[in-house]
């Protein structure tokens, strides 16, 4: 029997990884054209632009586990295909059949969740608007996180992450008062009497960050591993993880060698993790004005050469609200987080009320974190993490140009940059405030967040 047939009665079984390669195997030695390899699934078609793969890359191809295979069309549904079946005519009616030129299976997260590579225009036009975003980008369903392709490399310890009774994680959508927060618990759980040796270390450190890893990825691979980090924001993490290896995750070994309690910060939905993260720790979870949030992430994408925004607030608004940018829907980490907001380790904050009444926000904290400061201590806290000194020791004046767009940082601020809220009002036009108002009401859920913003 002839490796076509041999894999097409593999069709309709659970595949392993290990029959996944064997069928996989049968098909692509079997004489087959070399522009015309294929891959094994028993799922839907899924589809790319058209590429070619050499041999060399076809062999790296198989041996990779199934999360990281790309490429190829499917034919293990092909039941009817035997040794005389002509194989380019059955590629030639699947691409007609679905209106694409090649096909491809979409890459498995740990939880069963997938990642789908965004169509060709929108990685062409990502490449334009963010040019200093490298790689491809996906978007992991059903969450709709928007990640690069390097996420592969970090999703399984990210979402494994073993969560501690005694951690406080920090849960946000990009620029919704997340760093501020950050501050706030850290200096109440670690620096209350104002007594700590350390506190102006560089907050990755003392707070890390659970994705920093996947969203540096790149830039790190540009620089000798030395060099990298020796950048302000990680120049203490050899310190605090002696072990620290390159080819890993190094937020994730930073966090993971903290003996202390952990204050931790994320930017990815409850899904992103294993399910039992909320019965196991406790949860902070910022919301801010989406019109507040998606102007600040358009100066964040500006600085930060990660990203290297350079196109309109027009752009950028219709990226928002079509939950392309890089952590995606400000919707669904908001919908996922108030499905739990009655678990007794979940805690609700706005940035509004906090920049109203921080005063009040902290009494609330010191309840939900059992920390029992004292109204001196909360005070004290206060003034530890006002927008003066927050400014002041503002994270990012320590990186070189490797990081920051510099003029972008002069003209127009650094990472901490107003602290104000209703920023947006008079600087959106109408069709941009429309476009908003109609993501606000069809993206959100709550009752509570509906009434704050709409």
Same mark, same amino acid.
């Given at each position: 029997?002839?490796?076509?047939? /041999?894999?097409?009665?593999?069709?309709?079984?659970?595949?392993?990884?290990?029959?996944?390669?064997?069928?996989?195997?049968?098909?692509?030695?079997?004489? $087959?054209?070399?522009?015309?390899?294929?891959?094994?699934?028993?799922?839907?078609?899924?589809?790319?632009?058209?590429?070619?793969?050499?041999? /060399?890359?076809?062999?790296?191809?198989?041996?990779?586990?199934?999360?990281?295979?790309?490429?190829?069309?499917?034919?293990?549904?092909?039941?009817?295909?035997?040794?005389?079946?002509?194989?380019?005519?059955?590629?030639?009616?699947?691409?007609? =059949?679905?209106?694409?030129?090649?096909?491809?299976?979409?890459?498995?997260?740990?939880?069963?969740?997938?990642?789908?590579?965004?169509?060709?225009? /929108?990685?062409?036009?990502?490449?334009?608007?963010?040019?200093?975003?490298?790689?491809?980008?996906?978007?992991?369903?059903?969450?709709?996180?928007?990640?690069?392709?390097?996420?592969?490399?970090?999703?399984?310890?990210?979402?494994?992450?073993? #969560?501690?009774?005694?951690?406080?994680?920090?849960?946000?959508?990009?620029?919704?008062?997340?760093?501020?927060?950050?501050?706030?618990?850290?200096? !109440?759980?670690?620096?209350?009497?104002?007594?700590?040796?350390?506190?102006?270390?560089?907050?990755?450190?003392?707070?890390?960050?659970?994705?920093?890893? #996947?969203?540096?990825?790149?830039?790190?691979?540009?620089?000798?591993?030395?060099?990298?980090?020796?950048?302000?924001?990680?120049?203490? #993490?050899?310190?605090?993880?002696?072990?620290?290896?390159?080819?890993?995750?190094?937020?994730?070994?930073?966090?993971?060698?903290?003996?202390?309690?952990?204050?931790?910060?994320?930017?990815?939905?409850?899904?992103?993790?294993?399910?039992?993260?909320?019965?196991?720790?406790?949860?902070?979870?910022? !919301?801010?004005?989406?019109?507040?949030?998606?102007?600040?992430?358009?100066?964040?994408?500006?600085?930060?050469?990660?990203?290297?925004?350079?196109?309109?607030?027009?752009?950028?608004?219709?990226?928002?609200?079509?939950?392309?940018?890089?952590?995606?829907?400000?919707?669904?980490?908001?919908?996922? =987080?108030?499905? +739990?907001?009655?678990?007794?380790? !979940?805690?609700?904050?706005?940035?509004?009320?906090?920049?109203?009444?921080?005063?009040?926000?902290?009494?609330?904290?010191?309840?939900? $974190?059992?920390?029992? $400061?004292?109204?001196?201590?909360?005070?004290? +806290?206060?003034? /530890?993490?006002?927008?003066?000194?927050?400014?002041?020791?503002?994270?990012?004046?320590?990186?070189? =140009?490797? !990081?920051?767009?510099?003029?972008?940082?002069?003209?127009?601020?650094?990472?901490?940059?107003?602290? $104000?809220?209703?920023?947006?009002?008079?600087?959106?036009?109408?069709?941009?405030?429309?476009?908003?108002?109609?993501?606000?009401?069809?993206?959100?859920?709550?009752?509570?967040?509906?009434?704050?913003?709409?």
């Amino acid at each position: 029997m002839s490796g076509h047939a /041999q894999a097409a009665e593999l069709s309709g079984q659970e595949l392993t990884n290990e029959r996944y390669n064997e069928a996989a195997t049968l098909c692509v030695t079997d004489s $087959l054209p070399s522009t015309s390899k294929v891959n094994i699934s028993t799922k839907n078609f899924h589809h790319l632009n058209n590429s070619t793969h050499s041999e /060399q890359k076809r062999k790296e191809n198989i041996n990779q586990p199934s999360c990281l295979r790309t490429g190829w069309a499917d034919i293990a549904s092909l039941t009817a295909l035997n040794e005389t079946d002509n194989f380019e005519r059955v590629c030639s009616e699947l691409r007609k =059949a679905d209106n694409d030129a090649q096909l491809i299976e979409l890459p498995k997260f740990s939880g069963g969740r997938i990642a789908e590579e965004l169509p060709a225009e /929108q990685q062409e036009a990502y490449k334009k608007d963010f040019p200093g975003t490298l790689g491809k980008i996906f978007r992991i369903k059903p969450c709709g996180t928007i990640v690069t392709e390097a996420y592969k490399y970090f999703d399984e310890d990210i979402y494994n992450f073993k #969560f501690r009774p005694d951690d406080v994680l920090v849960m946000t959508y990009p620029k919704c008062g997340t760093t501020w927060t950050q501050e706030i618990i850290w200096n !109440m759980r670690n620096n209350p009497n104002l007594d700590h040796p350390n506190p102006h270390e560089p907050l990755f450190a003392r707070s890390p960050f659970l994705d920093l890893d #996947f969203l540096m990825y790149e830039v790190m691979q540009k620089v000798p591993f030395d060099t990298f980090i020796a950048e302000g924001m990680l120049a203490s #993490f050899k310190a605090r993880c002696p072990t620290l290896h390159p080819k890993k995750g190094l937020s994730i070994q930073v966090a993971e060698s903290q003996t202390e309690p952990r204050t931790l910060k994320t930017h990815l939905a409850f899904s992103s993790f294993k399910p039992g993260l909320i019965d196991t720790c406790k949860v902070v979870f910022v !919301m801010r004005h989406p019109k507040d949030a998606v102007l600040s992430y358009q100066h964040h994408s500006r600085l930060i050469k990660s990203h290297g925004f350079v196109s309109t607030q027009d752009v950028f608004v219709k990226y928002f609200v079509e939950d392309l940018l890089m952590s995606g829907s400000y919707g669904n980490i908001v919908n996922e =987080a108030m499905k +739990v907001k009655s678990h007794p380790n !979940m805690h609700l904050m706005y940035y509004e009320d906090m920049k109203a009444d921080i005063g009040a926000e902290l009494r609330r904290l010191n309840d939900f $974190l059992g920390t029992k $400061l004292t109204a001196k201590q909360l005070k004290n +806290v206060e003034e /530890q993490t006002s927008f003066n000194n927050m400014q002041k020791n503002d994270p990012l004046t320590t990186q070189s =140009a490797n !990081m920051i767009n510099e003029d972008v940082a002069k003209k127009d601020g650094g990472f901490i940059r107003n602290g $104000l809220t209703g920023v947006w009002k008079g600087k959106m036009t109408q069709q941009q405030e429309e476009m908003m108002d109609k993501y606000i009401a069809q993206s959100f859920h709550d009752p509570e967040f509906k009434a704050r913003y709409q």
